[in-house]
């Protein structure tokens, strides 16, 4: 097999330039679905079956499903409503973007995986803590803000540190709809040039890079929320790294 490396270096801007909005799918769907599955973490903890049901659903749904019919759905399926079509967000031009079809697709979608990576450290926790909380006459807001989401947001840092790598690499999938990411661009130079293994392996290093990037920086705030477990007792009294 020959390459055509040419392909390659002229290829690089114009996938660099997709990288952008890859990166923008994932920021904005990461944030959003972050906000979206605390409440739906602290709902499948509750108490009441019927919160834990709905929760339950949404999560099985989304869990359950592939991303590419979640995005096609939203998409292609809403505008067969007609109170879709007539409501603000259809005139706003919101749920005829693609970009913006794209971020409430992977929006719902990480918010059902970051819900059950939430539920699950929140369970982690000892139970010590809470009761220790309880004893000094915390409220539940309290415990909250101080005991519960600090203590799970460090023991969930590597299982979501994975799920934003998935995000990336789901990501992908919006080309489908015709966004212009790192794949929309790559497919679109490939249908003039037929150049398919050197332009997808470019694609490839730079989603290669990207997750780089992002393990680096999840094992940098990893180290610095839980710096305190890399310190342990001597028998002198003090402590060590």
Not at 17 to 22: A, N
Not at 103 to 114: E, G, P, R
Not at 136 to 155: D, T, V
Request: net charge positive; with cysteine.
């Amino acid at each position: 097999m020959n390459w055509n490396w040419q392909i390659i270096i002229d290829s690089i801007p114009k996938l660099l330039q997709g990288s952008i909005i890859t990166i923008e799918l994932v920021v904005l769907s990461g944030l959003l679905g972050f906000m979206l599955a605390v409440p739906l973490a602290l709902a499948r903890l509750s108490k009441k079956p019927w919160v834990q049901a709905l929760a339950f659903a949404y999560i099985f749904f989304f869990r359950g499903t592939p991303l590419l019919v979640q995005i096609f759905l939203i998409y292609y399926g809403l505008s067969q409503f007609k109170w879709v079509t007539e409501s603000v967000l259809w005139k706003s031009g919101v749920l005829a973007s693609p970009f913006w079809c794209a971020i409430i697709a992977f929006t719902l979608n990480t918010a059902a995986y970051t819900a059950e990576i939430i539920r699950g450290a929140i369970k982690s926790i000892p139970k010590g803590e809470n009761e220790a909380a309880d004893a000094i006459g915390m409220s539940y807001s309290q415990k909250l803000r101080r005991i519960i989401f600090p203590r799970a947001f460090g023991i969930m840092l590597p299982a979501y540190g994975n799920e934003v790598i998935f995000m990336l690499k789901g990501s992908a999938l919006a080309s489908t709809i015709t966004l212009m990411d790192i794949t929309g661009v790559a497919m679109t130079i490939m249908s003039k040039t037929y150049t398919v293994f050197e332009l997808f392996f470019a694609a490839g290093i730079i989603y290669l890079l990207l997750s780089w990037l992002l393990i680096g920086m999840f094992r940098l705030a990893e180290k610095r929320i839980n710096r305190h477990l890399s310190y342990q007792p001597v028998s002198n009294g003090g402590v060590t790294a």
